[in-house]
C-alpha cells in the first residue's frame, strides 16, 4: 500500500502493526470470561530499553511513572509500556511486568553486578469497570506477567483482546488497533491505540469511520459508505441512550504508543507523541474532553541514525496518521458482545451496526 504526499511516498509495514518497528513485542493478557471485559496489552522493548516521551491529555488520565519520560529527569531509556483496562486499579498490572523484566535481567542498571537492574514500565490505563458484570474484576500483576510471557514481534493481534477487551468509543465497541508506515527514508513509524473514547469515531452524518479518509492506498477497501438506513438507525440508537456521556465521570481514555526505529532524544520522542495525539484527533470527535484521560507514549529504538532536520517534521506527522488509522482498525476489528445477563453492558460492533458498509 502506498500514498503520495507532495513528492513523498509512504508504504504500510509488511504487518500494517506497531512490531514493524523492528525489536519491538506486543503481548496481551484478555480477560472476558463470565463477569469480566478487561485485559491487558504490554510493549516491549528491546533489550537495553528504548528512548521514550509521553503526551498525556483530557481531564480524567490514569498513569504510572510518567514523570521519569520528562525531558529534564535522568533516565532516558524504558523497558516496556504498560496499557491496561480496570481504571486506576489496573495499574497493579505492572507487577507483573516488572517482574518478568526483573527475571530477566532487563532493566535501568542501578549495581555493579549482573541482575542489579530496575525495570521501567511506564503506563496508562483505560476505565471499563463493571462492563463484564462485576465491578472489582480488573487486570493485576497475574495479568501484567501473562501478557509480558506472551509478547512477541510477530503480527499485532487486533480487536477485542488485551487492553481493548472491554473498551467501547461512542455508541459502539472499541478494541485494540494498530497501523505502521515505512517513509522513503527508511524509517518505519508504527502506532497501537486501545479505543475507549466518550467521543465517537464515526461520523454521524455518513455513518463513514473518520479514520477512513486517513488510510493508505486500498488499506480500507473492504468499507464503502453505508446505507441511508443505517445512519439513520445508527442516529435513533445514540439519542434513545440514557447514558449519552457513559457510565459517570471519568468513563473513557483513549491511550496507545507511537514508535519509531530512528533515533531520536528524549526531548524529540515527547514531540512524537505530543503529535501522534493529532491522530486521535482526526479519528475521534469529540477528543481530550474532561471524561477521557487520553495518554500517548512514544518510543524510539534507535536502531537508524536520527532523521535530517527536515525530514523528521515528516516522520512525526507519519504517527499522527498511524494513530488514525489505527482506530479506525480497532472500530473495523471489534465484535459485538451482550454481558447484560450478567449485569454488564451490551457492545455493538461498528459490522453490526452498520452492516451495509462491509463489501460481500
Known sequence: MSVASGQRTATS?????????????????????????????????????????VD???GGPGTRETDLLDPRNLVDRVDAILLGGGSALGLAAADGVVEGLLADG??????????????LVPGAILFDLGRGGSWSNHPGAADGRAAYDSASGGPVALGNVG??????????????GSASVVL???????ALVAVNALGSAVDPTTGEPYAVRWGLADEF?????????????????????????????????????VATDATLT???????????????????????????????FALATGRLPAPEL?????????????????????????ESVDRRADGGVQLRSYRDAFPSSIVR
Do not use: Y
Not at 457510565?247 to 496507545?256: E, Q
Open 13 to 53: 509495514g509488511p504487518t500494517n502493526s506497531l512490531t514493524d518497528v523492528t525489536g519491538l513485542r506486543v503481548g496481551h493478557a484478555t480477560r472476558d470470561e463470565p463477569g469480566w471485559l478487561t485485559g491487558t496489552t504490554v510493549v516491549v522493548t528491546p533489550p537495553g530499553g528504548a528512548v521514550a516521551g
Open 56 to 58: 498525556v491529555r483530557g
Open 106 to 119: 532487563l532493566g535501568w542498571p542501578v549495581g555493579r553486578e549482573p541482575g542489579q537492574v530496575v525495570p
Open 163 to 176: 487492553a481493548g477487551t472491554g473498551a467501547r468509543v461512542g455508541g459502539l465497541r472499541g478494541g485494540i
Open 184 to 190: 522513503p527514508s527508511g524509517v518505519t513509524v508504527g
Open 221 to 257: 477497501a473492504g468499507l464503502r459508505r453505508p446505507g441511508t438506513a443505517d445512519v439513520e438507525a445508527a442516529r435513533t440508537r445514540w439519542e434513545e441512550r440514557p447514558d449519552r456521556l457513559g457510565d459517570a465521570p471519568g468513563v473513557a481514555t483513549t491511550i496507545g504508543v
Open 266 to 296: 528524549k526531548a524529540q520522542c515527547q514531540k512524537l507523541a505530543g503529535i501522534g495525539h493529532d491522530g486521535f484527533a482526526r479519528a475521534l470527535k469529540p477528543v481530550h474532553t474532561m471524561f477521557d484521560g487520553d495518554t500517548l
Open 310 to 334: 527536515v525530514d523528521l517534521p515528516w516522520a512525526m506527522e507519519a504517527a499522527a496518521d498511524c494513530v488514525a488509522r489505527a482506530i479506525g482498525h480497532a472500530l473495523l476489528a471489534a
